[in-house]
């Protein structure tokens, strides 16, 4: 913990109290308020393990890692999660592979590393805390498939978040956790637990819902996308070659995959 530094581990700790008790408490009221039933019991320990350890851990292995690797690596090996959620769920069963598939999850991969990009180095532990992040969301995809297909996403999305705001608030415990001190800094909390949180977890478990694991997590690196053109449009920094290039071959990996998942044009027709 020391090696972290303990004001920079607990502000990340603090964010994350206020990120998923705020996102939780207002599902929760959002349940009740429209009568949508909770999770039924045995689904709870599989939730309660996916918020309170396969998150929380997920995120700790990201956070270490970027304290002993370049940040541009370690985004990169987190971004090697659909690699392994495609070739766990053909191992699994799930998910059969193909060519199409294979060539749109290596393109997805190629594109985040252009896009990515920045210098790209670090410690062997820190690769490995990277590498290890990508394996536990791996699996946080992938039992998440299972779990959030019989307790619904909104249900699901609201026991995950509780649960990993009780992790974190433990961890908080003997921490001095700084709080925002601005209206900015609240503002900032509320589009996290809005956009990032709320919407970003019951859209994700919506989509793979209908796409199944491996391309739901393909799609997923349109995130690095979606962040260089925000970051242009708003902070006025610039698009390299590279991150346009990138770009480029993440939306043609996305394309693959819709026309994959897209009904053959006489069954269309006949519809």
Known sequence: MAVLGLE????????????????????????????????????WPGLLAMGGIAYVGQSYCYFAALHHASAGLTALLLYLYPVLVTLLAAVLGRQALNRRKVLAVVMACCGTLLTIGGQLSGSPLGIALGLGSALIYSCYILVGERLTAQAGPLAASTVIMLAAAVVYGVLAIGRDSPWPASATGWGAVFGIVLLSTILGMVGFFAGMARLGAADAATLSTLEPVVTVLLAAMFLGEGLGLSQVAGGALILTAVLLLAREGAPPQGRRDSA
């Open 8 to 43: 920079s581990l607990a502000l990340f700790i603090g964010i994350h109290i206020l990120r998923f008790a705020l996102a939780g408490s207002l599902m929760a009221a959002f349940l009740c308020l429209i009568g949508r039933p909770w999770p039924a019991p045995r689904l």
